[in-house]
Structures are given as structure tokens and as C-alpha cells.
């Protein structure tokens, strides 16, 4: 597939990365010779220094926060203030729970400080007024029911954009974008012709008010976040969202979504959800009947379909697709999915196409479990 470093590089442009590029995966196996996100530098400043004079250029900066694992009580340390914080009723609020997402925000403000240095370094060179800067994530909260799934919690991300001439300052915009309109969005201001396979939509002329219509919905999809099943089976999954309702349909219910309860190969039981105090609690759920309705929130085999009414349930944790109420609205949201798949020439739109279960996996096997970093 072509991809936008590439073809910027093609026409002109400077590229490089810093940090977690394109990833987790093996690029070469890919058959490319490079990480898709270009050549790695050591620093912003060393990628600059090599950029030729008012040639452009193109950086894609890889942190690696707000990545788990996180140092224990790390937030409260910090200053930060565990009574602010407002936790998902998808978990039990108790103590453990909001100091593990006191310890999050912490790297959320690392990762600030991060972008702060990138940005001083435009002003240093006299470039910051002549650089289109985004800033956004590849994936929701590292928490149970957060990353690697198709809920708010774990798709909806933020996104921030300076583009000096383009965007006006304090802009918020509550239109619907994806990750597949990055591309299209640095084509255009290359003034470059945008591919046909490419997916998305340029964000220019919704950033300018230009945009006549916009989409009502936004499509996501999974398959796996690791080799967490017996087989190297994904747990594959779709769905639409608009803004009144979230539908998913759980391609194979009968797999277990956050990865089989044993470890299998890589990061452990449930091995979709990333370690931690939050996931901990949660696991305590297979026992202790306190935490059991959190546990299946997490953990629990989901039926083939899912249908959210975001007016009433905005944490998603009241499925209505059995509802008769609701007959009418599945039926459509199940439509358009399914058209969409089509679309996209996706595998899964064929019921017994398995092929993405047959993908290798080239991630290490879990480590020994270790107590929680202090």
C-alpha cells in the first residue's frame, strides 16, 4: 500500500521519524526496506539539521507515553489529585482506580512536555509559523474496555491541529474525523493528487468552513492486539458510530474479546488489556462477586451484535440490540456497516473468510509477571 511518507518523499519532501514509528509489526516482512514512517533520527533537532535549507519537510514524532507500564502512585507524587478525578462507571471507583488514572494523566503530561520541546524547537529555527503540526493518539485509555475495543473508551481520541493560515486559533470542531483522513489532509496541502485507494477525506475544508456536507458517521474496526488466543486467533469486530448510536458487530462471539484466560503466548490472561492496578481489581472479579459485573464489562464473551443508545447510556454499558424498540435502527446501522466492509473490500463482509486469523505475529512472548513498578 502506498503511504504518505512515501509519496511526500517522492515530491520533494524530507522525511523521518523519532521514536515508535509505524508498529508493532515487522516491516520487512512487508516487503519494505524501511519503517513506513521513513528513516529514524535520534532527535528532532538531528532530523532538522539534516533537512536541506527551505526544503520541506515531513517528521512523524513516536512517544512512547502515555504507554504502560506506569511507576506505582507515580501521579499522587507528582502533585496530581486523586479527588478530581472522574473515573468510567465501566470500573469501580476505588482508590486503586484513581490512582492508576492519576499515574496516566502523568504521562498525558509528560508526552505535553514532549510536544512543548518539538514546538520550541520550530521557534528556535524560525519554522513554527510555516509548519502544519498535529497531535493526536493511536488508541483510547490503556484500561479494561478502553484500548483494543470498539467503544468510546477506546476509539475516541484527541486531536489537535495548528496550520498556520488554514486554522483559526480556539476552533473546536464536533464533526465526525478518522485517523484515514491524515493522509489525504497532508497530500492536499502538498498539493499533491490524493490515491483512490486511500479511504478518508482532506480535513481542509472542514477546518475552513468550505466543507458543503460532512460524514454522520465514523466506521472502526479490530482484529487483534496480540497473540493472546489459542491459534493466534483475532477476535474480529466492526462498528458504526453517528451521533446517537454505537453499533458493533462481534464477528466471532464465541471467542473471548479480551483474549483467552490463560496466557497463551504474549502479555498474559485477557492479554488484550494492558497490565495494571485497574485490570488487577478487575480480574479479582472471576472470584469476588463485588467486581464480577465490572469483570464481564471487561472480560466476558459478548453477544454477535451491540447497540448503544448514547443518549441514555453514554458509557456504552447497556446493550439494546435485543430491544423491539430498537429493531428498526439495528437493522439500519447493521446495513450501512455491512455496505461499508463491502466498500472496503474487507474480508470479514464474507462470513467465512478467516484470513486475517492466519496473519503472523511477531511480538515477543510475555515476560516473567513482575509486582507493579514503585
Given at each position: 500500500?502506498?503511504?504518505?511518507?512515501?509519496?511526500?518523499?517522492?515530491?520533494?519532501?524530507?522525511?523521518?521519524?523519532?521514536?515508535?514509528?509505524?508498529?508493532?509489526?515487522n516491516f520487512q516482512?512487508?516487503?519494505?526496506?524501511?519503517?513506513?514512517?521513513?528513516?529514524?533520527?535520534?532527535?528532532?533537532?538531528?532530523?532538522?539539521?539534516?533537512?536541506?535549507?527551505?526544503?520541506?519537510?515531513?517528521?512523524?514524532?513516536?512517544?512512547?507515553?502515555?504507554?504502560?507500564?506506569?511507576?506505582?502512585?507515580?501521579?499522587?507524587?507528582?502533585?496530581?489529585?486523586?479527588?478530581?478525578?472522574?473515573?468510567?462507571?465501566?470500573?469501580?471507583?476505588?482508590?486503586?482506580?484513581?490512582?492508576?488514572?492519576?499515574?496516566?494523566?502523568?504521562?498525558?503530561?509528560?508526552?505535553?512536555?514532549?510536544?512543548?520541546?518539538?514546538?520550541?524547537?520550530?521557534?528556535?529555527?524560525?519554522?513554527?509559523?510555516?509548519?502544519?503540526?498535529?497531535?493526536?493518539?493511536?488508541?483510547g485509555m490503556p484500561?479494561?474496555?478502553?484500548?483494543?475495543?470498539?467503544?468510546?473508551?477506546?476509539?475516541?481520541?484527541?486531536?489537535?491541529?495548528?496550520?498556520?493560515?488554514?486554522?483559526?486559533?480556539?476552533?473546536?470542531?464536533?464533526?465526525?474525523?478518522?485517523?484515514?483522513?491524515?493522509?489525504?489532509?497532508?497530500?492536499?496541502?502538498?498539493?499533491?493528487?490524493?490515491?483512490?485507494?486511500?479511504?478518508?477525506?482532506?480535513?481542509?475544508?472542514?477546518?475552513?468552513?468550505?466543507?458543503?456536507?460532512?460524514?454522520?458517521?465514523?466506521?472502526?474496526?479490530?482484529?487483534?492486539?496480540?497473540?493472546?488466543?489459542?491459534?493466534?486467533?483475532?477476535?474480529?469486530?466492526?462498528?458504526?458510530?453517528?451521533?446517537?448510536?454505537?453499533?458493533?458487530?462481534?464477528?466471532?462471539?464465541?471467542?473471548?474479546?479480551?483474549?483467552?484466560?490463560?496466557?497463551?503466548?504474549?502479555?498474559?490472561?485477557?492479554?488484550?488489556?494492558?497490565?495494571?492496578?485497574?485490570?488487577?481489581l478487575l480480574l479479582?472479579?472471576?472470584?469476588?462477586?463485588?467486581?464480577?459485573?465490572?469483570?464481564?464489562?471487561?472480560?466476558?464473551?459478548?453477544?454477535?451484535?451491540?447497540?448503544?443508545?448514547?443518549?441514555?447510556?453514554?458509557?456504552?454499558?447497556?446493550?439494546?440490540?435485543?430491544?423491539?424498540?430498537?429493531?428498526?435502527?439495528?437493522?439500519?446501522?447493521?446495513?450501512?456497516?455491512?455496505?461499508?466492509?463491502?466498500?472496503?473490500?474487507?474480508?470479514?463482509?464474507?462470513?467465512?473468510?478467516?484470513?486475517?486469523?492466519?496473519?503472523?505475529?511477531?511480538?515477543?512472548?510475555?515476560?516473567?509477571?513482575?509486582?507493579?513498578?514503585?
Open positions: 500500500y502506498v503511504v504518505y511518507p512515501d509519496l511526500l518523499e517522492k515530491a520533494g519532501y524530507h522525511v523521518g521519524y523519532v521514536g515508535k514509528g509505524w508498529g508493532p509489526g516482512a512487508g516487503g519494505r526496506p524501511r519503517n513506513p514512517a521513513g528513516p529514524a533520527y535520534k532527535s528532532f533537532a538531528q532530523f532538522l539539521d539534516a533537512c536541506p535549507k527551505d526544503k520541506p519537510f515531513c517528521f512523524w514524532f513516536g512517544s512512547t507515553f502515555p504507554h504502560r507500564p506506569y511507576a506505582l502512585d507515580s501521579g499522587r507524587k507528582a502533585g496530581l489529585d486523586a479527588t478530581r478525578v472522574q473515573v468510567p462507571p465501566v470500573w469501580p471507583d476505588y482508590p486503586e482506580v484513581r490512582h492508576d488514572i492519576l499515574d496516566y494523566y502523568l504521562e498525558v503530561q509528560r508526552f505535553d512536555q514532549q510536544v512543548g520541546e518539538l514546538l520550541a524547537e520550530l521557534e528556535k529555527r524560525g519554522l513554527y509559523d510555516r509548519t502544519l503540526v498535529v497531535i493526536t493518539s493511536d488508541n484500561f479494561p474496555r478502553g484500548k483494543a475495543n470498539l467503544y468510546d473508551l477506546g476509539t475516541r481520541m484527541p486531536l489537535a491541529l495548528r496550520w498556520p493560515g488554514v486554522t483559526q486559533p480556539g476552533t473546536r470542531l464536533a464533526q465526525f474525523v478518522s485517523h484515514v483522513d491524515f493522509a489525504p489532509t497532508f497530500l492536499e496541502a502538498a498539493g499533491l493528487p490524493i490515491p483512490k485507494e486511500m479511504h478518508g477525506r482532506s480535513l481542509k475544508p472542514l477546518l475552513t468552513g468550505q466543507a458543503r456536507a460532512w460524514r454522520d458517521a465514523v466506521f472502526t474496526e479490530r482484529e487483534r492486539h496480540a497473540y493472546v488466543r489459542q491459534g493466534n486467533l483475532s477476535y474480529p469486530a466492526r462498528a458504526i458510530r453517528t451521533q446517537r448510536y454505537l453499533y458493533i458487530r462481534n464477528i466471532r462471539p464465541e471467542r473471548w474479546p479480551a483474549g483467552d484466560p490463560q496466557l497463551v503466548f504474549a502479555v498474559g490472561p485477557f492479554g488484550d488489556i494492558d497490565d495494571g492496578p485497574t485490570k488487577r479479582s472479579g472471576q472470584v469476588d462477586p463485588q467486581y464480577r459485573s465490572y469483570f464481564e464489562l471487561a472480560c466476558g464473551k459478548r453477544p454477535a451484535e451491540e447497540l448503544y443508545d448514547l443518549e441514555k447510556d453514554p458509557h456504552q454499558m447497556h446493550n439494546v440490540a435485543g430491544q423491539p424498540a430498537y429493531v428498526r435502527i439495528r437493522q439500519e446501522l447493521a446495513d450501512r456497516l455491512l455496505n461499508w466492509m463491502k466498500s472496503t473490500d474487507d474480508p470479514r463482509a464474507r462470513s467465512e473468510d478467516d484470513r486475517f486469523d492466519k496473519v503472523p505475529y511477531f511480538g515477543n512472548p510475555a515476560k516473567k509477571e513482575k509486582p507493579l513498578a514503585h
